[in-house]
């Protein structure tokens, strides 16, 4: 099929179409599939990897800081795209000037030029702009934003450091026909972290010190549970979020700290293996709704493998029930 009958799929009410073009043709591809959508009234959506939608000049003139009354010849980045798809275009005014004079530059993407030749940098007053004002900016896949993976985790707005430094041995691994666990770690910051389970499927790991791995003294959690919060809830959040999903989470450990809580899903006999998975929360000035967004996934563990458990200290251990547990986390 050529290009030009794509008119007869959406006549035939496609939804959905897919095109691959060479890297030369793009430019052409965008313009017919732009004209067709505006004629059709049709919402258009592009998309790449590493990122969820192209980046707009006129966004970042929006964004950043006085960008928009920078001679657009100041700015390297935006100077080369301008010329390299309006070559008669004078860059010595205003972005702003510009973008009024010939609205059709603020509709090129930034990737229409090789990027790797310049750097963030290259754009002043951008790093001035909160990463949440970018549209998109939480599609993103960490692989896109170089540098990102080599960023340690205690530098980000809310750290993510260990707490404590207890790594334990999974010894068995336990499936839903356990009903009945009273030594537990698992719970929340609410509930505190050892309640028990009763009444009901309490999938769980079993926990022992690492003397298998060399080390002879024995752990104060050697034989303790963490129960599978996919089929356990226990009380969470507090303040004025506090009764957001009935206020309650999957039970589990913040060993990482209150960015987010680690969660045994699906302990697994057969294999002797667990999935583990990661639930977040929202918070503000006034309270915190409970970890209940996700599940995440995360690690898989089999039996004899370390886990890391993060601190037990009397706060976290002391015995409660999800049914009667009161405390509000300071």
């Given amino acids: ?34 004209k067709l959508a505006d004629n059709r009234r049709l919402p258009l959506y592009f998309w790449n990897q590493g990122y969820s939608r192209l980046q707009q000049v006129n966004e970042l003139a929006q964004l950043v800081p006085n960008l928009g009354q920078t001679s657009a010849a100041k700015i390297p980045l935006i100077a080369a795209l301008i010329q390299a798809n309006s070559p008669q275009t004078n860059t010595s005014n205003s972005l702003s000037t510009l973008l009024t004079q010939n609205p059709a530059l603020s509709k090129l993407k930034l990737n229409q030029i090789d ?85 009901q499927d309490c999938p769980y790991i079993e926990l022992d010190d690492l003397e298998n791995l060399g080390r002879n003294v024995r752990g104060k ?54 999935d583990t998975a990661l639930f977040f929360r929202f918070k503000n000035a006034c309270g915190a709704t409970p970890y209940f967004i996700g599940p995440v996934p995360f690690l898989t563990y089999k039996v004899n493998a370390p886990i890391f458990i993060g601190t037990l200290g009397d706060a976290q251990t002391r015995s409660m029930s999800a049914g009667d547990a009161t405390r509000t986390p300071n």
């Avoid at 050529?2 to 043709?25: K, S, Y």
């Avoid at 949440?132 to 340690?152: C, E, M, R, Y």
């Avoid at 809310?158 to 839903?176: C, H, M, N, Q, Y």
Wanted: glycine residues 10%; charged residues 20%.
């Fill in 1 to 34: 099929m050529q290009l030009q009958d794509l008119p007869i799929l959406f006549d035939r009410g496609q939804a959905v179409v897919a095109l691959e073009t060479p890297l030369t043709e793009r430019m052409k591809v965008l313009e017919f599939l732009h």
């Fill in 115 to 199: 990027l790797s030749l310049y750097t963030i940098s290259d754009i002043p007053n951008i790093d001035a702009v909160q990463l949440s004002n970018f549209a998109g900016w939480q599609d993103t896949l960490i692989s896109g934003v170089p540098g990102l993976n080599s960023l340690p985790l205690a530098s980000f707005p809310v750290p993510l450091t260990e707490l404590g430094s207890t790594v334990a041995r999974i010894d068995f691994v336990w499936s839903k026909p356990e009903k009945h666990r009273k030594r537990t770690i698992s719970g929340s910051d609410v509930a505190g972290f050892s309640v028990s389970c009763q009444g």
């Fill in 221 to 274: 959690f050697e034989g303790r549970s963490w129960i599978s919060g996919k089929y356990q809830q226990v009380e969470g959040g507090w303040g004025c979020l506090k009764a957001v999903n009935g206020g309650k989470e999957p039970t589990g450990r913040l060993p990482y700290g209150s960015a987010f809580k680690v969660v045994v899903m699906e302990p697994n006999e057969k294999t002797d293996t667990v």
